[in-house]
C-alpha cells in the first residue's frame, strides 16, 4: 500500500503542478508523441484552481516526508561514493529545493502550476516533455546547482538545439535534457547517440502522426469515464509487438550502444505467437482520475482484459452486506470472492492450457503455476467453504493499542453467506453453547454465551440475517447489528477493501513510531553498555544500523504530523468488472 500511496502522490504532482488546457496548440507536448505510442501519461485540461490550491497545500504538509527521504540518499550516497558527483550534485539540488515545496517555491523555479506535459514513448525510448513557466528561471537555477556542486553539465548540440548530456562514469547510456522555447525535454540515450536519434528524441524531427491531432486522449479519457486532469496507459499489445518483434532501427541503437548482439535478444517465432496471445488477453494497463475536487480524489488503477473475458471476470465478485467500496468508521476491512465461480474460471482456462500448453521456454512457469493453482481449488475444503462463506465486512469504531497492554477493540463483523444457518450449525457442532442459542433469521442480536470470549473482551452479540451472520463487540453495538447485516452491498462489492480515517491513521503511525522509537532505545543502550565495559568500538555496520533506526524514527514522525494536519480518510478497494481489474483509491482532505 506503500507503494500506491507514494505513486499516487506523485501523479497528483505531475497531473496538479503541469495541468493545462485542451486547446490542440501545435507546440503544446501532446503535439510531440506519436499518435501509436507504446505508452501515454498527459493532461488535457487545468485542474480547478480551488482544487489546485487544496493539493497544493496538502502537499506542503508532506514537504518532511520527502526532504527526510533526499537525506537519506544523501547519506547513502556518502556512505558508498563518498564526494562524488553525484553526491554533490544531489546536496545542491537539496538545498536548491529546501523549502520550495509549495506553489509559490515551484514557480519560482522556473515550474508553472498551470502547464501541459506529456509522458510517451519515441520507439520503447521515454521522453518527458513539460511546458515550463519560466525556462530562465529554471536556467538560472541549474547555474546554481552547478556553482554550489561544483559539477559542470556537459552540454552539447544537435542541428543547432542544445541539450545537456548527464552521464556517470563510463555508463553506456545516458539522460538527455534539453530547453526547446518553453518546453523541458528529458529522455535517455546512448552515451554517443547519433544525430538521427537524438532528433527523434527532442522531438526536432516530429512523428508523422501526432496523438494530439489524433485525439487519442481525449478519446481514451471518454472511453473509460477518466476526467482530463490527468491520464495514461500502457499499450500492452503494442508493448509485447515492439519486444518480441523486429528490432526497430531505434533499438538496434540502443542495443549497439549497450553492447548487446541485437541478434541474440531475438524471440522465436513460438514464443512470439504466445506473448502476442498474452498480450490479447490484457490488452492495456491504464490509470486516471474518476473524481478531483478541493477535498477528495479518487484515482483508478485498471489492468483491462478482452471482452471475451469481461463477463466471466466480473462473476468473481460476491455480495457481502455493507461491503460498497466506502466506509465511515476509524477502520473499514471487508473481503469478497465466489469462490465458487472462481474454481470455475481457473478451470476453464487450465483446460485450456492442457490441451495447448505454451511451448514457450520462458512461460514454462506458467503452465506449472495455472495446473497448481487448479489443483489447490479441487481440495474439497474449498468447495465447503464456497459453499459457506462469500466474504466478510469488518467495521471497527473504536481502536487503541496501549503499549504493553491489551488491544481495545469494538466494532462489527459480517459474514457473508448464502445460508448463514449453516454457519451457525457447523460452530454448533464444535461448541455446544452456540447450538443452545437456537438463533433465528430476523430475530433480535443474541448475546454470546459466557465463557466463549476471554474475560478481558467487551460483551458481544451475534444475529442472522438473510446473507450474513453478524457478530458486535462492545457495549452499546448491538444496537445497530440487524441494519449492519441487512446493509446493501456493493454493485459490484470489492474483492479487497480497506478504509481508514484521522483516527485510525493515528492509532497505527503512533504505534509503529513508538515500536521504532523502543528498536532505537534498546539499540542505543546495548551500544552504550559496550562502550562501558571497554568491548570493542562499534563497527561501521552497527553505526549504520543506529543511524537507519533514527531515520525510520524522523520519517515516521514526519509521517505521523502530516497525515494528522491533511488527510481525512484514504480507502483503497480492488474490484473485478467487466472491463478488467481495477483499484481504486480515495483520498479526502481536512
Same mark, same amino acid.
Given at each position: 500500500?506503500?507503494?500506491?500511496?507514494?505513486?499516487?502522490?506523485?501523479?497528483?504532482?505531475?497531473?496538479?503542478?503541469?495541468?493545462?488546457?485542451?486547446?490542440?496548440?501545435?507546440?503544446?507536448?501532446?503535439?510531440?508523441?506519436?499518435?501509436?505510442?507504446?505508452?501515454?501519461?498527459?493532461?488535457?485540461?487545468p485542474v480547478p484552481e480551488a482544487a489546485l490550491d487544496g493539493w497544493w497545500k496538502n502537499a506542503e504538509q508532506m514537504l518532511p516526508i520527502y526532504e527526510n527521504s533526499i537525506d537519506r540518499v544523501l547519506k547513502d550516497l556518502d556512505g558508498k561514493q563518498p564526494g562524488s558527483a553525484a553526491a554533490t550534485?544531489?546536496? $545542491?539540488?537539496?538545498?536548491?529545493?529546501?523549502?520550495?515545496?509549495?506553489?509559490?517555491?515551484w514557480e519560482s523555479l522556473g515550474f508553472s502550476s498551470s502547464s501541459r506535459t506529456a509522458i510517451y514513448a519515441i520507439g520503447l525510448v521515454p521522453v518527458l516533455r513539460m511546458e515550463l513557466g519560466d525556462a530562465d528561471a529554471f536556467r538560472a537555477m541549474l547555474a546554481r546547482v552547478e556553482a554550489k556542486?561544483?559539477?559542470?553539465?556537459?552540454?552539447?548540440?544537435?542541428?543547432?538545439?542544445?541539450?545537456?548530456?548527464?552521464?556517470?562514469?563510463?555508463?553506456?547510456?545516458?539522460?538527455?535534457?534539453?530547453?526547446?522555447?518553453?518546453?523541458?525535454?528529458?529522455?535517455?540515450?546512448?552515451?554517443?547517440?547519433?544525430?538521427?536519434?537524438?532528433?527523434?528524441?527532442?522531438?526536432?524531427?516530429?512523428?508523422?502522426?501526432?496523438?494530439?491531432?489524433?485525439?487519442?486522449?481525449?478519446?481514451?479519457?471518454?472511453?473509460?469515464?477518466?476526467?482530463?486532469?490527468?491520464?495514461?496507459?500502457?499499450?500492452?499489445?503494442?508493448?509485447?509487438?515492439?519486444?518480441?518483434?523486429?528490432?526497430?532501427?531505434?533499438?538496434?541503437?540502443?542495443?549497439?550502444?549497450?553492447?548487446?548482439?541485437?541478434?541474440?535478444?531475438?524471440?522465436?517465432? $513460438?514464443?512470439?505467437?504466445?506473448?502476442?496471445?498474452?498480450?490479447?488477453?490484457?490488452?492495456?494497463?491504464?490509470?486516471?482520475?474518476?473524481?478531483?475536487?478541493?477535498?477528495?480524489?479518487?484515482?483508478?488503477?485498471?489492468?483491462?482484459?478482452?471482452?471475451?473475458?469481461?463477463?466471466?471476470?466480473?462473476?468473481?465478485?460476491?455480495?457481502?452486506?455493507?461491503?460498497?467500496?466506502?466506509?465511515?468508521?476509524?477502520?473499514?476491512?471487508?473481503?469478497?470472492?465466489?469462490?465458487?465461480?472462481?474454481?470455475?474460471?481457473?478451470?476453464?482456462?487450465?483446460?485450456?492450457?492442457?490441451?495447448?500448453?505454451?511451448?514457450?521456454?520462458?512461460?514454462?512457469?506458467?503452465?506449472?503455476?495455472?495446473?497448481?493453482?487448479?489443483?489447490?481449488?479441487?481440495?474439497?475444503?474449498?468447495?465447503? $467453504?464456497?459453499?459457506?462463506?462469500?466474504?466478510?465486512?469488518?467495521?471497527?469504531?473504536?481502536?487503541?493499542?496501549?503499549?504493553?497492554?491489551?488491544?481495545?477493540?469494538?466494532?462489527?463483523?459480517?459474514?457473508?453467506?448464502?445460508?448463514?444457518?449453516?454457519?451457525?450449525?457447523?460452530?454448533?457442532?464444535?461448541?455446544?453453547?452456540?447450538?443452545?442459542?437456537?438463533?433465528?433469521?430476523?430475530?433480535?442480536?443474541?448475546?454470546?454465551?459466557?465463557?466463549?470470549?476471554?474475560?478481558?473482551?467487551?460483551?458481544?452479540?451475534?444475529?442472522?440475517?438473510?446473507?450474513?451472520?453478524?457478530?458486535?463487540?462492545?457495549?452499546?453495538?448491538?444496537?445497530?447489528?440487524?441494519?449492519?447485516?441487512?446493509?446493501?452491498?456493493?454493485?459490484?462489492?470489492?474483492?479487497?477493501?480497506?478504509?481508514?480515517?484521522?483516527?485510525?491513521?493515528?492509532?497505527?503511525?503512533?504505534?509503529?513510531?513508538?515500536?521504532?522509537?523502543?528498536?532505537?532505545?534498546?539499540?542505543?543502550?546495548?551500544?552504550?553498555?559496550?562502550?562501558?565495559?571497554?568491548?570493542?568500538?562499534?563497527?561501521?555496520?552497527?553505526? $549504520?544500523?543506529?543511524?537507519?533506526?533514527?531515520?525510520?524514527?524522523?520519517?515516521?514522525?514526519?509521517?505521523?504530523?502530516?497525515?494528522?494536519?491533511?488527510?481525512?480518510?484514504?480507502?483503497?478497494?480492488?474490484?473485478?468488472?467487466?472491463?478488467?481489474?481495477?483499484?481504486?483509491?480515495?483520498?479526502?482532505?481536512?
Amino acid at each position: 500500500m506503500r507503494l500506491i500511496r507514494k505513486l499516487t502522490f506523485a501523479l497528483l504532482a505531475v497531473s496538479i503542478g503541469l495541468a493545462g488546457c485542451s486547446k490542440k496548440d501545435p507546440d503544446q507536448p501532446l503535439a510531440f508523441a506519436p499518435a501509436d505510442t507504446v505508452f501515454l501519461a498527459a493532461n488535457l485540461e487545468p485542474v480547478p484552481e480551488a482544487a489546485l490550491d487544496g493539493w497544493w497545500k496538502n502537499a506542503e504538509q508532506m514537504l518532511p516526508i520527502y526532504e527526510n527521504s533526499i537525506d537519506r540518499v544523501l547519506k547513502d550516497l556518502d556512505g558508498k561514493q563518498p564526494g562524488s558527483a553525484a553526491a554533490t550534485i544531489l546536496r $545542491a539540488l537539496r538545498e536548491e529545493l529546501r523549502g520550495k515545496f509549495n506553489r509559490a517555491g515551484w514557480e519560482s523555479l522556473g515550474f508553472s502550476s498551470s502547464s501541459r506535459t506529456a509522458i510517451y514513448a519515441i520507439g520503447l525510448v521515454p521522453v518527458l516533455r513539460m511546458e515550463l513557466g519560466d525556462a530562465d528561471a529554471f536556467r538560472a537555477m541549474l547555474a546554481r546547482v552547478e556553482a554550489k556542486s561544483g559539477a559542470k553539465l556537459d552540454v552539447r548540440d544537435v542541428a543547432g538545439q542544445a541539450y545537456w548530456r548527464i552521464i556517470g562514469g563510463d555508463s553506456p547510456a545516458a539522460v538527455v535534457m534539453a530547453i526547446q522555447g518553453k518546453h523541458l525535454v528529458l529522455t535517455l540515450a546512448p552515451a554517443e547517440p547519433s544525430e538521427a536519434l537524438l532528433r527523434q528524441l527532442l522531438g526536432l524531427d516530429r512523428p508523422a502522426t501526432n496523438a494530439l491531432d489524433a485525439g487519442t486522449l481525449a478519446k481514451f479519457n471518454q472511453q473509460s469515464k477518466f476526467l482530463a486532469y490527468g491520464s495514461g496507459y500502457i499499450d500492452i499489445v503494442r508493448l509485447a509487438t515492439a519486444l518480441t518483434g523486429e528490432r526497430s532501427p531505434i533499438e538496434q541503437e540502443f542495443l549497439r550502444g549497450l553492447g548487446v548482439d541485437a541478434a541474440a535478444t531475438a524471440v522465436g517465432p $513460438a514464443c512470439r505467437s504466445e506473448y502476442a496471445a498474452l498480450a490479447a488477453a490484457v490488452p492495456r494497463l491504464s490509470y486516471g482520475y474518476a473524481a478531483l475536487d478541493a477535498k477528495s480524489m479518487e484515482l483508478r488503477y485498471r489492468l483491462e482484459v478482452a471482452p471475451a473475458h469481461g463477463d466471466a471476470l466480473a462473476g468473481l465478485s460476491a455480495e457481502v452486506p455493507g461491503l460498497d467500496g466506502s466506509g465511515e468508521s476509524l477502520l473499514d476491512v471487508g473481503f469478497a470472492l465466489d469462490l465458487d465461480a472462481f474454481a470455475g474460471f481457473v478451470n476453464v482456462r487450465a483446460a485450456a492450457l492442457a490441451a495447448a500448453p505454451f511451448q514457450c521456454e520462458s512461460l514454462q512457469e506458467l503452465n506449472a503455476g495455472i495446473a497448481k493453482i487448479n489443483a489447490d481449488l479441487a481440495n474439497p475444503a474449498v468447495f465447503m $467453504a464456497g459453499a459457506a462463506v462469500n466474504g466478510f465486512y469488518l467495521s471497527l469504531s473504536q481502536l487503541a493499542l496501549p503499549e504493553g497492554g491489551v488491544p481495545v477493540v469494538q466494532g462489527k463483523l459480517a459474514i457473508g453467506s448464502d445460508n448463514p444457518q449453516s454457519l451457525m450449525s457447523m460452530a454448533g457442532g464444535f461448541l455446544p453453547q452456540i447450538a443452545a442459542m437456537n438463533l433465528q433469521p430476523g430475530a433480535a442480536p443474541v448475546a454470546l454465551p459466557a465463557g466463549l470470549l476471554p474475560p478481558s473482551m467487551p460483551p458481544a452479540h451475534v444475529v442472522l440475517a438473510k446473507n450474513a451472520l453478524a457478530i458486535s463487540l462492545g457495549q452499546g453495538e448491538e444496537a445497530g447489528l440487524a441494519a449492519f447485516a441487512a446493509a446493501p452491498a456493493g454493485d459490484p462489492s470489492p474483492l479487497l477493501f480497506y478504509g481508514v480515517d484521522s483516527r485510525g491513521m493515528q492509532v497505527f503511525l503512533d504505534a509503529m513510531r513508538k515500536a521504532s522509537e523502543a528498536s532505537l532505545a534498546a539499540a542505543e543502550a546495548a551500544q552504550a553498555d559496550a562502550a562501558s565495559d571497554n568491548a570493542d568500538p562499534a563497527s561501521a555496520e552497527d553505526a $549504520a544500523d543506529l543511524d537507519e533506526l533514527r531515520d525510520a524514527v524522523a520519517i515516521l514522525k514526519s509521517i505521523e504530523d502530516s497525515y494528522a494536519a491533511s488527510l481525512d480518510r484514504v480507502d483503497f478497494g480492488i474490484y473485478a468488472t467487466k472491463q478488467g481489474i481495477e483499484a481504486r483509491y480515495q483520498l479526502e482532505l481536512k
